[in-house]
């Protein structure tokens, strides 16, 4: 749903919120699992093996954490449910109560593909991915929007009303 504003636009996102994130389950998991086994192996193997069993189960733990954090980094871009409030170089994302503003920079480049909204940087890697919206002219609204342009209607077929509900 679209709802323009003084300065932009407050769009509710339709999507579906990302998927919480279990890699922690699976971390704890893994580790109990190896915390176990050292434990065992201690017991029953020689010194050396214990602390090579030890020395493992240290660097298995890092690099599955260091894989989990890799793989939140490229979900932190994408939005798909919540509230855009959308200004010219400008939205913010609120979602569960939590609010995220984000400034476009000069070379960034908002483009469009169906009802979905890619912003790019100078040197077009994502930065964000935004979907949800209810139609192709919503999308439309937002990238004319964030682009600093007014907007008519060749974006969107929208009536004023008087905002002194």
């Known amino acids: 749903m679209l709802k323009l504003t003084d300065d932009g636009a407050k769009i509710s996102l339709q999507g579906q919120p990302p998927s919480g994130d279990n890699g922690l389950?699976?971390?704890?998991?893994a580790l109990l699992v190896g915390a176990v086994g050292v434990a065992m192996a201690m017991s029953l193997l020689p010194e050396r093996l214990s602390i090579g069993a030890l020395a493992l189960l240290i660097i298995g733990s890092f690099f599955f954490n260091?894989?989990?954090?890799?793989?939140?980094?490229?979900?932190?871009?994408?939005?798909?449910?919540?509230?855009?409030?959308?200004?010219?170089?400008?939205?913010?994302?609120?979602s569960n109560g939590k609010r995220n503003s984000i400034q476009l920079s000069e070379g960034d480049k908002v483009t469009l593909f169906g009802e979905q909204i890619?912003?790019?940087?100078?040197?077009?890697?994502?930065?964000?991915h935004i979907s949800g919206f209810d139609s192709?002219?919503?999308a439309k609204a937002a990238q004319a929007?964030?682009?600093?342009?007014?907007?008519s209607k060749r974006h969107v077929n929208i009536?004023?009303?008087d905002s002194a509900d």
């Open 25 to 29: 389950f699976w971390f704890g998991s």
């Open 66 to 94: 260091r894989q989990r954090q890799q793989r939140k980094k490229q979900l932190s871009g994408v939005i798909s449910s919540g509230v855009l409030w959308v200004r010219a170089g400008e939205l913010v994302h609120d």
């Open 118 to 128: 890619q912003i790019l940087d100078a040197d077009d890697n994502r930065k964000y």
């Open 136 to 138: 192709v002219q919503e």
């Open 145 to 151: 929007i964030l682009q600093g342009q007014a907007l």
């Open 159 to 161: 009536k004023m009303q």
